[in-house]
Structures are given as C-alpha cells and as structure tokens.
C-alpha cells in the first residue's frame, strides 16, 4: 500500500528565505507526482506535475525535484513571501489513486 | 476558462437525513474523482469514474454512500442515511491531460447534526 510522508508538518520561516518541503512515497511505482496548495477553506490548487520519466519542474519561484528510485520529492520556494503561507500538499499517482500526504503548513512571517 | 464546480458550497443537515452533492467538471475532461477531506484522516479518494463509468469505488466507506455520473458534463455523491461522522470537506476533481494531472474544485462543506 502506499504511503506519503511530508516532512516538516509545519514550517515558520521570515520573508525572504528560501525554503525546502519534503516528500517521500514508499513504492515508486508511480505515474507522476503533483504538488498542491491549500488555502484555510479553499481548495486544492495544483502548483507542479512531475511525470515519473522527469527530475525536476519549475514555475516561478517554485521548482520540484523527484528521485523515484528513492522515493523522495522536494519542492523549494525561493524568497518566500508572506503570500505564500498555506498548506503544501504532495500527492503521487499511484495506478488510478492520487496519495496524498498529510501536508507541511507554511508560514512566512513578515 | 471555467475549473471544476461544486454545489452547494456549505451544507448543514441533521443525521438520518438524505444529502446529495453536485459536482460540474471541466469541460473535454473524461476522469472525474470524488475525494474526502478530514482532520483525522487527510485527503481520501472515494470514486473514480472514466468516460463516465465507475471504476473503482473502494474508497467509498458504506453502502450508505452512491455515486453517479449520467454524462460528461455532471456527477452527484449522494449520502442515504447521513451521520455526523460523514461530516467533512468533500471535492471533486477532473483531469483530461495525458499527463494524468488533476484539478480540484472548491468542495463542499458537510456539517451532519
């Protein structure tokens, strides 16, 4: 069965840092990996998709890193901006079934 | 460009009662997923339809709990009898992309009595 961990669960961080989440998938049998944000009461909103053939995505400040082989994600935000705290949620495709992990709350202070 | 739309937005009912929501995906878009959210349990994929046929409904916790999807463009979860542990954030997403990305819909907050 799959399972997704995301390390840390929550994160505190100044405006202006960059900063590293962690994701890691027990099977990497899986079809693409696709990060998320969500907003307190909103819904989910897709940032990256990485495919399972590719190393790395980026949009913007935003760029994604997968290691399948060893079952690990990264997203790193540079500059943070106190826009961009919310709840970060990775999610692999695993067969028909997105797995998602149980998110990193991020807070960027200004 | 309209994303996947949900109604209602918010709904309070009291338990025993029938509650069904509505779900517009984005159009061209031939998967259509139904997920719950909650504290205890995080995101949870309930049913999986695929040019509008159901595919794999494992995730759907009791008979107490139906899906249908009549054509392309609409799809309804509905919960017969409802129970306050069914309370929870319920979305729906869509992906039409060979890539298999999924986009989400805002959900529906369900508060059962």
Request: proline content about 5%; some cysteine; overall charge neutral.
């Amino acid at each position: 069965k799959q399972e997704v961990t995301q390390i840390p669960a929550a994160l505190s961080v100044p405006e202006g840092e960059n900063l590293v989440l962690n994701c890691s998938f027990t099977d990497s049998a899986i079809y693409n990996l696709q990060w998320f944000r969500q907003d307190p009461g909103k819904g989910l909103t897709s940032l990256l998709l990485i495919q399972s053939s590719q190393r790395e995505q980026t949009s913007g400040r935003l760029n994604a890193s997968l290691d399948k082989s060893s079952g690990r994600s990264t997203l790193y935000i540079a500059a943070s901006q106190p826009g961009d705290s919310a709840t970060y949620l990775c999610a692999v495709l695993d067969g028909n079934k997105l797995v998602f992990g149980a998110g990193t709350i991020l807070r960027v202070k200004s | 460009d309209a994303g996947v739309i949900q109604s209602p937005r918010h709904e309070v009912t009291e338990m025993g009662q029938e509650v069904t929501l509505r779900c517009k995906p984005i159009s061209g878009h031939n998967s259509l997923f139904w997920y719950r959210q909650t504290m205890m349990r995080g995101l949870e994929l309930l049913i999986y339809f695929n040019n509008n046929v159901p595919i794999d409904d494992s995730g759907m916790p009791e008979d107490r709990f139906s899906a249908k999807m009549p054509n392309a463009s609409f799809s309804t979860l509905k919960i017969q009898p409802s129970e306050p542990r069914d309370s929870a954030v319920y979305f729906c997403a869509s992906s039409g992309t060979q890539q298999g990305e999924q986009f989400f819909g805002p959900g529906t907050r369900l508060t059962v009595l």
